[in-house]
């Protein structure tokens, strides 16, 4: 769903070719990907609308409501549901030097990051390839 995650050609093209490495080479990975582009804005022209929609104002007013950003339809569903973290620390046992170190860890917390949610939604952008 490159359109959807807002991912540039280029960077399609790379993850094709990262999952398909041992049967196409990188220069038919980036054909391949400029064919997904092309039938992505041929087959669902109102798409890029819909998605500036969705960053602009939907995914907005989900997260500032407390809820998470929530993205459906017959063929994805993506949810954008950031949890604040918290600072953690544990003491562990360095048996080399023979001393006790102290580790910070982020743990989730319940509590909802509206401000992550709500940029995570505004900062994708849409690339479009038509002429």
């Known amino acids: 769903m490159p359109i959807i995650y807002g991912k540039s050609l280029m960077t399609t093209a790379n993850y094709i070719k990262e999952k398909l490495s041992q049967y196409i080479t990188r ?23 819909l998605i500036r929609l969705i960053k602009s104002r939907i995914g907005w007013l989900a997260s500032a409501g407390g809820r998470p950003v929530i993205y459906q ?50 900062t994708k952008t849409v690339k479009k390839m038509t002429p």
Not at 28 to 49: D, H, I, M, P, Q
Not at 80 to 105: C, G, S
Request: net charge positive; glycine share 2%; proline share 1%.
């Open 27 to 49: 220069k038919e990975s980036y054909t391949l990907a400029k064919v997904c582009f092309e039938f992505w804005n041929k087959e669902y022209r109102g798409l890029v609308c």
């Open 73 to 122: 339809s017959d063929y994805f569903t993506t949810v954008q549901d950031y949890m604040k973290m918290d600072p953690v620390n544990i003491w562990v046992y360095d048996r080399i030097h023979k001393k006790r170190r102290k580790v910070t860890l982020r743990v989730s917390s319940n509590e909802r990051d509206k401000q992550k949610s709500a940029i995570s939604t505004e």
